[in-house]
C-alpha cells in the first residue's frame, strides 16, 4: 500500500477506479448526489470491458419488456437466477443486487438518456427447460448511438469490438438469421454504421454512459491512468497512487474508492490456478491483469471464489496478424454450432453439445482421475468445403480461401487427422456416425441444437435442423481451439451487501468497494446468463456510491 502523501494532486467524494459500467455508473450516482468524483483508467480509451462486450443486461420482468406488454414476472426471474446459481450463492446478495438493479436501469433511461430496447424472439439461455425461464424480453440493450455526440471523448472512448460491426445491435443480428445467417445480413446498413460511427451492443451502450457521466455533467476522467496501490489509514482506504504521464498522482476519495476494474484475465498465473485450465487466452482489453486481486490483497482484502465449471469461459483462436493494442484478438469460436461442422477431441470422438457453450466449457474442462489429466483439452473444430461456402470463420467471410495459418486442410479425414495429430480410426468413425445422425434428423449422443437459443442465435434456420448439416465434401478443415475467457472470471473480491469489500478477518475494509468482474460472484453463483456481467457492474455501482456518499 501506498503512504499518505504531504500533498494530494486531487481531491474529490468518490474515486471510480475503471471505466466500465460498474466505474460509470457509480460515478453517475456521486454527481447526482451532488458530490464530487473523478474516473481513472489505466487504458488509453474508457469504456473498459464492457465496451468489448456484447452490450447486454439481463433483467427479467423488466420495466422495457413491461412496456411492450411481454409477459414476465419477478417470481419467475428469481427462480431463473436461483437455477443458475445452482446454490453457490449468497441469495440475500442476489436479492441485494435485483434490488438496486430495478432502480438504476429506469434511472439510467429517465436521468441519464440511455434508449433501452429489449431483443425480441430472444430466448433465456435454460428456455424452456429451466424453472422461471423466459422466451424474451429479458436482455436488454441500447438504441445505436451517434459517436460525434461524445464531442472530444470520441477518440478517447471505443467505437466498436474486434468482434462484431459497427452499427448494429443484437436485436439486428437475430432479425437477420444470427451468427450463420450473415450472408443475409445487411451490409448497407453496416458500411452506413462504420461511416457515421454509429454504435451499437457494448460500444453503444458505454457510449451512452460516458456521454451522461463526462459529457452531460462534466465529470472528469483520466485514461492512461493505473492505479497501482491504495492509500491507507487508521485501516481506512482514503485514496489511490496512481501513474499519470511517467509521475505519482495521488487522488484523495474523501468517502470511498470503487475498484471496477476487471478481473485477471491477462494475468496468465492467476488464470491457470483460478479457472482450472493450463492455458487460457482473452477476449478482453489487454489491461486487465488481475489488479483487483492485487491491490485488494495487499490490504488484506477476502478472495471468493466460485466453481470455475460454468461462468463465461469459450473456446477459440487468434487469426495471425489481428491485435488490439499491439496485442493478439483471441476470438471465440461459434462455428462448431454451425451446419456441417462439429468438435472432436485428441482421441477423435466427439464429447459435447457443440451448440451449447454451457454444456461444452464443462466438459471440455472435464478432469479424468482415472489418466490424471484432461482428455477433452484442447478440443478440436471440424468443418468441410460445405461449411465454408455457407458460414464466416472469423474474418473470412463465405467463399473466401482459408489459410493454413488458420485451419488445416486435407483431402480426407485421413490426413486431417494426421495433420492435427488425432486419433484417426476414431475420427472417421464420429464422421459417419454424426453424418447418420444428421440423416435422422436429431444428435441422440449429445443433444445437439435442443436448446432454442442455440437454434436461433447461432444455427442456420434455413436448414431442417438449424445445427445439423452433414460433414461430407472435401476440402476438410481442423482447428486446435484454445480456451478463452470473456472477463468473467471464477474469483474476486468478496463483498458484502453494501459493496463493501471484506477483509480475510471478515470485516468490511471501510472505504473499499468493488463492482462488477473486480468482485466475486457470490450474488449469482456459478452459472452464468449472457447481460448478468453487466447487470451486476450497473446494480454494485450504484449500491457501492450510494453507501460510500451517505456515510460521508
Not at 295 to 300: R, V
Not at 409 to 417: F, G, I, N, Y
Request: hydrophobic share 35%; net charge negative; with cysteine.
Amino acid at each position: 500500500m501506498a503512504l499518505k502523501p504531504k500533498k494530494w494532486d486531487l481531491e474529490v467524494d468518490f474515486v471510480a477506479v475503471g471505466s466500465g459500467g460498474g466505474a460509470i455508473t457509480a460515478a453517475i450516482v456521486a454527481h447526482d448526489m451532488g458530490k464530487q468524483a473523478v474516473v481513472l483508467e489505466k487504458a488509453p480509451k474508457l469504456g473498459g470491458v464492457t465496451a468489448y462486450s456484447g452490450g447486454q443486461v439481463f433483467l427479467p420482468n423488466n420495466h422495457v419488456m413491461k412496456r411492450a406488454g411481454v409477459p414476465d414476472s419477478f417470481e419467475d426471474g428469481r427462480k431463473y437466477l436461483d437455477f443458475l446459481a445452482a446454490g453457490y450463492n449468497y441469495p440475500e446478495m442476489l436479492d441485494r443486487m435485483l434490488e438496486a438493479a430495478y432502480k438504476a436501469i429506469p434511472y439510467l433511461e429517465e436521468k441519464c438518456g440511455l434508449k433501452w430496447i429489449y431483443a425480441r424472439k430472444f430466448p433465456d439461455y435454460y428456455y424452456p427447460m429451466a424453472p422461471g425461464s423466459a422466451a424474451e424480453g429479458r436482455y436488454l440493450e441500447t438504441e445505436l448511438f451517434k459517436g460525434s455526440d461524445l464531442g472530444e471523448w470520441q477518440d478517447k472512448t471505443y467505437s466498436s469490438t474486434p468482434y462484431l460491426m459497427n452499427g448494429v445491435t443484437f436485436d439486428d443480428i437475430n432479425a437477420w438469421g444470427g451468427l450463420c445467417g450473415i450472408k443475409d445480413w445487411d451490409f448497407e446498413r453496416i458500411a452506413k454504421g462504420t461511416e457515421e460511427d454509429l454504435r451499437g451492443l457494448g460500444p453503444g451502450f458505454m457510449a451512452y454512459m460516458i456521454k451522461a457521466a463526462m459529457v452531460d455533467r462534466g465529470i472528469p476522467a483520466y485514461i492512461e491512468t493505473p492505479v497501482c496501490d491504495l492509500v491507507v489509514e487508521d485501516d481506512a482506504v482514503i485514496g489511490v497512487r496512481a501513474e499519470r504521464e511517467g509521475k505519482d498522482f495521488f487522488v484523495h476519495g474523501r468517502n470511498g474508492v470503487l475498484l471496477a476494474i476487471g478481473g485477471y484475465d491477462l494475468n496468465e498465473e492467476m488464470t491457470k490456478y483460478f479457472e482450472g485450465l493450463p492455458e487460457m487466452k482473452s477476449m478482453c482489453p489487454p489491461y486487465v491483469t488481475g489488479d483487483n486481486i492485487i491491490l485488494g490483497g495487499e490490504i488484506g482484502a477476502a478472495i471468493a471464489a466460485v466453481p470455475s465449471a460454468n461462468l463465461g469461459c469459450f473456446f477459440g483462436y487468434n487469426i495471425p496478424g489481428e491485435e488490439h493494442f499491439d496485442k493478439p484478438v483471441w476470438r471465440t469460436s461459434y462455428e462448431g454450432s454451425c451446419p456441417h461442422a462439429l468438435w472432436v477431441n485428441q482421441d477423435g470422438k466427439r464429447f459435447t453439445d457443440e451448440t451449447f457453450y454451457k454444456d461444452f466449457q464443462t466438459t471440455v474442462k472435464r478432469y479424468d482421475g482415472r489418466i490424471n489429466g484432461q482428455p477433452n483439452y484442447p478440443p478440436f473444430l471440424i468443418f468441410d468445403q460445405n461449411f465454408c461456402e455457407r458460414y464466416p470463420v472469423g474474418t473470412y467471410m463465405p467463399g473466401d480461401n482459408i489459410p493454413e495459418t488458420v485451419a488445416v486442410r486435407a483431402d480426407s479425414l485421413l490426413e486431417l487427422a494426421d495433420k492435427l495429430g488425432i486419433n484417426a480410426d476414431n475420427f472417421e468413425a464420429t464422421i459417419e456416425r454424426f453424418n447418420r445422425l444428421v440423416e435422422e434428423g436429431k444428435d441422440t449422443d449429445f443433444g445437439r441444437g435442443e436448446y432454442p437459443w442455440a437454434m436461433n442465435f447461432t444455427g442456420d434456420r434455413s436448414y431442417p435442423h438449424p445445427n445439423m448439416g452433414k460433414i461430407d465434401k472435401a476440402p476438410y478443415y481442423g482447428m486446435r481451439l484454445t480456451a478463452t475467457n470473456v472477463g468473467i472470471n471464477s474469483a474476486g473480491l468478496k463483498i458484502n451487501q453494501n459493496s463493501q469489500v471484506m477483509h480475510v478477518r471478515g470485516r468490511p475494509i471501510k472505504g473499499l468497494y468493488a463492482a462488477g468482474n473486480s468482485a466475486a460472484h457470490i450474488d449469482t453463483g456459478t452459472g452464468y446468463q449472457s447481460g448478468v456481467a453487466n447487470l451486476r457492474g450497473i446494480a454494485w455501482g450504484w449500491i457501492a456510491a450510494h453507501h460510500a456518499l451517505q456515510q460521508g
